[in-house]
């Protein structure tokens, strides 16, 4: 595609803060040397200034608050337990806040020592510098095997899933449904999921299960979690991280908003685990870049 | 949660904040400052009653959207007659279907100089789909994945058609400045 034409399609995206990393530092580097396209752009942001300026477009009236605080109150039994309620959250919230952040501080100490003795005692080859996301998904992945930590939602309806989800996380979770509609012999099953505290948040984790082993699916947004270290593998325009972390292998990448990890403790790199999403012929071409060489 | 920098907001007191712009939404639902302030009321109802099985990690803002767009989408299949979604080719005035006072004002000229009324009518002329966007990311700074959340459908699809809704707004923007124009001549 004409690289002015790929630019203007994306101007929308660049003036809400949308596009991020390398993707923003190409189009800003184009808008450098092209002066039609950053016309077109100051053009655009012109009008996206007049739209928001506007801002707000209506105004509660007086007695519509009134009314509202009357009705609030009047419910004041529910409300208090309400906010009891609401408050304890707040309190336990922060706990976990400090709990991570002793946690992570831990963490930090000990990565090394753990890394060490790993390497010494795991067959399996161990990669340093896992992402704290990549640590928290191996961890969650084993405190869920080891049936500390239950599933929320049992389903093995995707759409059932994904429609959980959709007021617990502030990124919209979408499962693909791949071995139905594929009609491709059923290699996995869909177990449930729940929520994980991570960063001040909830990450969505998703549990499958492939010949009685099981495979766990993390998601958050990417601008709480970014993948890193480990081995990088790049497959279809993406970044893969690579991780062994306990003897389970685990896989992290970003894509369209949405920061993933993939735990299983499949062989080799557990690449085969991508089939939870990409189970047709053509993915294959797909997973093999994961694979040793 | 957005009222993590002010723990000790209490419930009440964190929705209230988004009375403006919830009532905002409504009018952008509904159309109708009556149905609206309705509409308002039993969000704040509903909200009050599922506070306490708030995540603490849940964005308020966000979620009391949910909770409005939902009790509309109930009320719309409840009153068959009533009020309800319109298909884009059922809802798409021409310049023609504008308010008359809409040309009133020759003194402006250039798209930037449009005053908040004039835009408000722009908004409010688009079709449901289109002004709920436009509200959402342009008037409520929500961010792509945020209107997701609350329009239930996948981020690329919001992207597509924020970009569809603004075209149109810029249309009838620049159809109400040709008029001006003219009108000022």
């Not at chain 1, 396209?37 to 707000?56: G, I, M, Q, Y």
């Not at chain 1, 996301?133 to 389903?155: N, S």
């Not at chain 1, 099981?214 to 709480?224: F, G, H």
């Not at chain 2, 609350?150 to 249309?171: D, I, N, Y």
Request: glycine share 6%; with cysteine; charged share 25%.
């Amino acid at each position: 595609m004409n690289k002015c034409q790929d630019i203007r399609e994306r101007l929308g995206l660049y003036l809400d803060n949308e596009l991020q990393g390398e993707e923003r530092q190409q189009f800003e580097s184009h808008l450098r040397e092209c002066e039609v396209c950053k016309a077109l752009l100051d053009h655009e942001l012109d009008f996206l200034n007049t739209v928001r300026t506007s801002s707000p477009l209506y105004v509660a009236s007086p007695e519509l608050r009134e009314k509202i605080q009357h009705q609030l109150l009047s419910k004041q039994e529910e409300l208090v337990e309400a906010q009891h309620e609401f408050q304890r959250r707040k309190r336990s919230q922060a706990k976990l806040t400090w709990g991570l952040l002793v946690a992570a501080v831990l963490l930090v100490l000990l990565l090394p020592v753990v890394i060490i003795r790993l390497r010494n005692n795991s067959k399996a080859p161990e990669t340093g510098g896992a992402s704290t996301f990549a640590l928290m998904a191996a961890d969650v992945h084993m405190r869920h095997t080891r049936g500390q930590l239950p599933l929320e939602i049992t389903a093995s309806s995707p759409q059932q899933i994904s429609g959980w989800f959709a007021n617990k996380v502030n990124f919209s979770v979408q499962l693909p449904n791949y071995q139905e509609s594929s009609g491709q012999e059923k290699l996995y099953t869909l177990e449930g999921a729940r929520l994980v505290g991570f960063k001040d948040d909830y990450a969505a984790y998703v549990a499958y299960q492939m010949k009685q082993r099981p495979i766990s699916l993390v998601i958050t947004a990417d601008a709480t979690a970014q993948p890193s270290g480990g081995e990088e593998i790049k497959a279809r325009g993406l970044m893969f991280h690579y991780n062994a972390i306990q003897g389970l292998k685990v896989i992290t990448w970003s894509d369209r908003g949405l920061t993933y990890a993939l735990v299983s403790d499949l062989e080799e790199r557990g690449q085969q685990s991508c089939i939870v999403c990409h189970q047709g012929t053509k993915d294959q071409d797909f997973i093999a870049p994961l694979k040793p060489h | 949660m957005e009222e993590t920098g002010r723990p000790n907001l209490t419930f009440n007191e964190a929705a209230l904040e988004h009375l403006d712009a919830l009532f905002g939404y409504a009018m952008t639902l509904t159309r109708d400052p009556a149905t609206a302030e309705d509409l308002v009321q039993e969000t704040y109802v509903r909200g009050a009653r599922a506070a306490s099985k708030l995540a603490a990690a849940t964005n308020l803002r966000n979620w009391m959207f949910v909770i409005m767009r939902n009790a509309w989408l109930n009320q719309v299949r409840r009153e068959k007659t009533g009020p309800r979604f319109v298909d884009f080719a059922d809802e798409d005035p021409t310049i023609d279907d504008w308010p008359a006072d809409a040309d009133n004002n020759p003194q402006v000229v250039y798209l930037r100089k449009l005053e908040r009324d004039e835009v408000r009518r722009a908004i409010e002329s688009l079709p449901a789909t289109y002004r709920e966007i436009v509200l959402l990311r342009d008037i409520e700074g929500f961010s792509y994945q945020e209107i997701a959340t609350v329009l239930g459908c996948p981020a690329g699809t919001v992207m597509s058609r924020l970009g569809r809704a603004r075209e149109k707004l810029r249309q009838r923007l620049k159809n109400w400045q040709t008029k001006s124009k003219a009108k000022a001549v």
